[in-house]
């Protein structure tokens, strides 16, 4: 792979303290797929080295999408103005049980132009017919962490196949590729179940991907049903014990984020509030769960709930949600916001250490957000823009593992024409609803 | 002016119920500044009628900021994270200090470029040095509603001043500028201040643009100062028997909606999300105000608090955040989101039998969406797409009373290079902040 320098760009780094901050006019030298250096510009550049205008483009670390269902894009729309129980039992798993497994290829395929185009170059996928979308993601170039969904519902033996999927996958696509086991929930998988996910992902050597403690209904139930609360499950099964990442934790108790603070080194938690205000889940306790020091990080969830895939979004909603529930516009200040949608993501997945930070090391995951539209004049203060002003639409290139999929917005890995043309063939297959078809119950 | 027949589009119109809706494949005939006719594709365009292609394409009512300050865009990112005391006190005003004629001039056309890209062709506009203003909007082509901000401190012969702007510019731009009297608020204009401006306002033949209750402090310092809420006070000053726009409302009591209920003929209330979760505002009680038949419309407010003038994230925050505060995802359907982002902001502005509806007869403010991006796939449902999908960066083409002045994205009214080299050219100054300096000072 050539080496790049994306020059006299700005970039979003850690100043000395830690903190994340906006440092104009750099050069950025990648080196294979890692980044080498990050220097004043105006040094030519090495010899061979191919070199990316950057002027007026603020270099970020690529987003991360720690939570997502990708090809739920196929749904986008068909579950609106629904409570959560109707939108499980009347819409989404009804409506999942159309798909096959070259629907979720086309689907993953369409969610990763989506993301590509709003930056996301990683995401935590936790869906069915997971070789699809690791094929999928091999061929767009992205990151991801992937994880085969399921029921206890269908019986022990599919622990077997999806923890074969986890294996045959793990470190796939050049080492872009990490998969875990996912088990959908507490209330949707009994515990024995559970305990078997942990047994086959403590073999494989990966985590657990997991819904729990979606909203406060989910933790009231059950407490209710057996005394304990969703993240009590996960502890008692041996979930908390290997590298877990949690989605929503809007039912979230005091006692809960206790737990959570003493497995904080490989606990991290998924927030994606599009989702939550769409289907009135409350909101994620993020100032208490990292004054505990537990990882947040920022999702989409599927389109289905949220109907884009767009992290930029989260991360505005995050910031804004954050001040009006602590009725505090001082809480959630910009750097501590970046610092989530960055650092905090890579971290609540477990990759803290080679992605979420533009610094030597770390693996060439760089997007450039063009600051030149009206929306960012005067660029008196970009990090406030990549909070307040900027739109997925602003992504101009992307880069990750240091190579370039998306350039001037163009495609470089995928065919979106084709993309498109596949998913529009199955468009009408994919809205027939037939409830008793659904593929599981919503019964917290 | 040339008639235009805009092809073969999808057309957001109401039904027979009046229910907004999207019909697919319709042809949109414009005769002068008026929509003369709405049907299914396929007839031969009339002779000498203009033809816009408009496959894919979503047409809807040009949208409406229904209260902003446009020129603040030249502030955009110097007040983050700060209370709204401190807002107002330590940034906001000092920072208005600094602007001069030709400032508010340049930074109008900055803000309508932003708004125009993002398919606003109405905007309420609540500021300084307003000629200015109404000479960019004449430019530009938009529609506006313009009314020449003041504060009691100021003295009441600044009423005069501002009484002749109204008079001067009713009416303006071939009819697309209305004018009205713009006291600041109940706080900063004492109440013979606000009768006086109630008088300019009847004589004109103008209503009053406000502030009041933007949150609960305010209410309750108004309550406990003189026993009476902000809006009982536009009631005993006479601005409510006037046509009146009232921003923000957040800090209604239901005391006061019932009081607006029976203005509810010319009284409406700007609703800006954005601001009030970035400022920890509190939210305006969209539902009980339509129950009681007062017109709620959307808007950005000034982007030195929003950041940006996007209308479509206003619509996308109203419906997100009616929902999470009912804790009911049934709340504020779709139908309904866009029925406050069309019909009710041209209610709350008095327009509303001249503008935000696709019909024969209304002016021809269409804007045309591009629903071809990946994120509208596969468009099962495009109303869906309008609030939960659409990004501002979407906007193909901009019709305002009749004219094209945005098509596939260019401007056809504003030089963009050159207005942008003019906002840089002043950037340094306008970040300059002498705290003694501020206009105006915050207590309420």
């Known amino acids: 792979m050539a080496d790049t ?29 890692r980044i080498a250096e ?11 080295v191919t070199v990316l205008e950057g002027q007026r483009m603020l270099a970020m670390p690529g ?29 989404v798993w009804p409506l999942e049980s159309n798909l096959t497994e070259a629907d979720v290829y086309w689907g993953a395929l369409l969610g990763l132009l989506e993301m590509i185009e709003g930056g996301v170059t990683t995401a935590a996928d936790h869906y069915f017919f997971m070789d699809q979308v690791a094929r999928a993601v091999e061929e767009a170039g992205t990151r991801a962490h992937l994880g085969w969904a399921v029921f206890s519902s269908r019986g022990r033996g599919v622990l077997d196949e999806t923890a074969a999927f986890a294996e045959r996958w793990k470190g796939g696509a050049g080492g872009r590729i990490t998969t875990c086991m996912a088990p959908h929930a507490p209330f949707t998988c009994d515990d024995g179940f559970l305990r078997a996910s942990v047994e086959h992902a403590s073999r494989i050597g990966v985590g657990i ?7 406060m209904n989910q933790t ?17 099964t041996g979930v908390l014990s290997v590298p877990a990442l949690i989605a929503h934790g809007c039912g979230l108790l005091p006692q809960d984020i206790e737990l959570l603070a003493r497995y904080r080194k490989h606990v991290g938690i998924a927030h994606a509030p599009k989702t939550y205000l769409k289907l009135a889940m409350g909101i994620t306790p993020i100032h208490a769960l990292r004054k505990a020091g537990v990882a947040v990080g920022l999702a989409t969830d599927g389109a289905a709930s949220n109907n884009t895939l767009d992290v930029f979004e989260s991360l505005r909603l995050m910031a804004l949600m954050q001040k009006h529930e602590a009725m ?16 905090g993501s890579a971290a609540a997945m477990g990759l803290g250490d080679r992605i979420g ?28 823009g990549l909070v307040y002003s900027a739109r997925a639409s602003d992504v101009h290139t992307v880069m990750v593992d240091g190579r370039v999929i998306l350039q001037e917005r163009r495609h470089l890995t995928l065919d979106k024409e084709r993309i498109l043309a596949e998913v ?21």
């Not at 994306?6 to 080196?31: F, K, M």
């Not at 505090?328 to 650092?343: F, H, K």
């Open 424 to 444: 529009a063939g199955t468009m009408e297959r994919m809205a027939r609803r037939v409830p008793e078809a659904r593929i599981q119950r919503y019964q917290p």
């Open 38 to 48: 990050i220097r004043p510009t105006g040094r030519p550049p090495e010899p061979g």
């Open 5 to 33: 320098c994306i020059r006299d760009c700005h970039a979003l780094v850690p100043d000395t303290s830690g903190a994340l901050t906006v440092v104009r006019n750099q050069d950025i030298l990648v080196r294979g797929n």
């Open 63 to 91: 987003l991360i999408n720690t939570h997502t269902h990708v090809p739920m894009v196929l749904f986008r729309g068909l579950a609106e103005d629904v409570s959560f129980e109707r939108w499980f039992n009347e819409f």
């Open 220 to 236: 009231n139930a059950s407490v209710e049903r057996r005394g304990l609360t969703p993240i009590q499950v996960l502890r008692d």
């Open 357 to 384: 930070t533009l610094a030597p090391g770390y693996q060439a995951d760089i997007i450039l957000v063009d600051t030149r539209g009206a929306h960012w004049q005067p660029p008196h203060n970009l990090t406030a």
């Open 209 to 215: 991907h997991i819904h729990a403690a979606e909203d």
């Open 328 to 343: 505090d516009p001082e809480v959630m200040p910009i750097a501590e916001a970046l610092d989530i949608a960055t650092r």
